[in-house]
């Protein structure tokens, strides 16, 4: 009889010990998949937390007097335009959502506003990011929290700014900063009211935390400006960077400590699972040898058992650990895990990393048993 | 066909060195019924398995059929029991999710399989088992059960057959069939070697040996039957 026949009547006669072997490698496996597949819903959810913290450097001229700048809030020199895109044309960077920005104080409706215009976010040229900020189409504006009650304007009245009519495109919510009281258009239209085209004063962007230095993140990144734009030098908003950074790295710790104590957990579980199948046919295995079959025939049929029962039980495992990730996944990451995927990556390793677990598992009691005498086997059982 | 040469065997346990087997030569001829007899503990299923091929002693030599068994290879050896010697033992030690007929093919490590499940239907029918070839053995009746082993021991055509106790759970009226099986396989020329407690098998037997505390007991201990 072959050693796959010998194989499938065993399972089809010890159903449930089978069965419990085959639940367990899917339980495992299940396990591992879940966590693994809601590990990078809670990785992106993290990121898209720590990046809504808002952005957190300021890239300004480098011949900004910086008393005036803290005095007024934002550079009175200005930089030409295209040196965002030289930025985002640079790759390898921690740069990322690039916001070119016009900033200028002014008087409007009588009272002292911020004019600051933007344009959409750029990305850099090795990234792709979905934006952070809301921006002005051209002819439109957002109006700050406190100007929009004060004046009482709401969304699609129009509003007179230095000879220029603007639509009101939506005014935001509160947010106790200069941003209550800032008017928010296009950049080109910025430019050609206060007459400075092809000029901004300020870049904002977030520092990316994805390249792993153990140097100081600020230093790194005016060592980088320092050769994209060598006339202009960055500002860290430092308690949003530092709150951002710290969260993520904690996260991805975790994570990184998590997910190989469930391989760990997994693989010694798979292994007692082997261990006592061979434990309990001990008795098998003398008789077999009793009979004349060789070691390596014997120990195939336990190791090819181990095999049958980790592929099965790994594609099982897989697809129940991707159901529950997909099912309680967006209950858990509000946001993020609407984009919780299958990672049939994880298949392939679920049905190569559970056979070959269940088999490791099972070499060591099948080769003490196939090695020893075969009445010493059969004595012990 | 079978000579133990000098064969001892003892066992380390935790009360320290138990001597199994001391020195014990025995020379079975072809075509000889033997039945080994001594109290429990005297060593007699050792002696059965180590002579098998299935225990190495801890000195001597056994030699069946001209072959130092234990100079072999552990696959060496486990073919040469497959073609030369069938298995007996006292628990039947059938696989339980194998039908009798499996079983007793199981044996057959080697060969064509419609050869192989034919030969194993013949046997079953020699011993009356045919209805039950498609039964477990766990749908078996002890005797049934053993018949099955006797079968599954003569399948490859062993030269010599080794039975442990094999009536030690059966009733008078099953031992007897089970007796007369290995008869059978005996008077077509076999050698057989039996390790028993009772008497059942002694008209069979060319010779009675008596094994006491590891050693054959001399002078009064070996008896040639008619």
């Known amino acids: ?381 | 066909m079978v000579e133990l040469q000098q064969v001892s065997k003892r066992f380390r346990g935790r009360a320290g060195e138990v001597i199994a087997l001391a020195e014990v030569d025995l020379h079975v001829a072809p075509g000889e019924f033997v039945v080994v007899r001594g109290p429990s503990g005297s060593g007699k299923t050792t002696l059965l398995l180590a002579l098998g091929g299935m225990l190495r002693p801890t000195g001597g030599k056994v030699l069946v059929n001209g072959v130092d068994v234990y100079a072999l290879t552990e696959r060496e050896r486990a073919r040469f029991r497959g073609e030369n010697i069938g298995f007996v033992f006292q628990m039947f030690h059938l696989v339980p999710y194998l039908t009798v007929l499996e079983n007793v093919a199981l044996a057959a490590t080697a060969g064509r399989t419609s050869t192989v499940w034919a030969a194993a239907g013949e046997l079953l029918g020699r011993l009356g088992l045919s209805p039950r070839e498609r039964h477990l053995p766990s749908e078996l009746s002890a005797g049934e059960r053993q018949r099955v082993a006797v079968s599954r021991a003569l399948l490859n055509h062993p030269k010599l057959v080794l039975a442990d106790e094999p009536t030690g759970n059966l009733d008078p009226d099953n031992a007897a069939e089970v007796f007369e099986g290995l008869a059978v396989f005996h008077r077509r020329g076999g050698t057989v070697v039996v390790v028993t407690h009772g008497t059942t098998a002694d008209h069979h037997a060319n010779r009675i040996v008596h094994l006491r505390d590891g050693r054959i007991d001399g002078g009064s201990g070996e008896k040639r039957m008619a």
């Open chain 1, 1 to 381: 009889m072959r050693t796959l026949g010998l194989i499938v009547r065993e399972a089809l006669y010890r159903k449930l010990s089978f069965g419990l072997g085959l639940l367990g490698v899917a339980a495992a496996v299940a396990l591992f998949v879940f966590f693994f597949t809601a590990g990078e819903a809670s990785r992106r959810e993290t990121a898209r937390l720590t990046r809504n913290m808002g952005l957190n450097l300021r890239i300004i001229p480098k011949d900004t007097d910086m008393d005036r700048f803290w005095l007024v809030g934002f550079s009175d020199r200005t930089m030409p335009e295209d040196y965002v895109h030289r930025l985002a044309a640079h790759s390898g960077l921690n740069y990322s959502h690039l916001l070119p920005t016009l900033k200028r104080r002014m008087q409007w409706r009588g009272t002292e506003v911020i004019l600051v215009g933007t344009l959409p976010e750029m990305s850099a040229v090795d990234r792709q990011e979905s934006p952070m900020t809301l921006a002005a189409k051209p002819g439109a504006a957002w109006l700050g929290y406190e100007l929009a009650r004060r004046f009482g304007v709401e969304k699609n009245d129009t509003i007179d700014l230095l000879g220029k009519t603007l639509t009101v495109a939506g005014t935001l919510p509160e947010s106790g900063s200069e941003q209550d009281a800032s008017i928010f258009a296009q950049l080109h239209d910025v430019q050609a009211m206060v007459k400075t085209e092809g000029a901004i004063n300020e870049i904002q962007a977030l520092n990316c935390v994805c390249f792993d230095t153990d140097r100081d993140a600020l230093e790194v990144l005016r060592e980088q400006l320092a050769s994209a734009l060598p006339d202009a030098k960055v500002l860290q908003i430092r308690p949003i960077a530092d709150a951002r950074e710290k969260q993520r790295r904690l996260v991805e710790d975790y994570l990184a400590v998590i997910i190989p104590f469930i391989v760990v957990v997994c693989a010694a579980w798979l292994g007692v699972l082997a261990m006592m199948n061979v434990r309990e046919r001990r008795c098998e295995i003398g008789i077999l040898r009793a009979l004349g079959y060789g070691s390596g025939t014997v120990a195939s049929l336990f190791l090819g058992r181990a095999a049958v029962v980790g592929i099965v039980g790994g594609a099982l495992g897989f697809a129940v650990g991707t159901a529950l990730a997909l099912t309680y996944g967006p209950q858990v990451f509000k946001v993020t895990g609407q984009a919780i995927r299958p990672m049939y990556a994880l298949l392939v390793w679920s049905v190569l990393a559970a056979p070959a677990f269940a088999g490791l598992a099972a070499v060591i009691p099948t080769m003490l048993a196939v090695t020893q005498d075969p009445a010493v086997t059969l004595r012990d059982t």
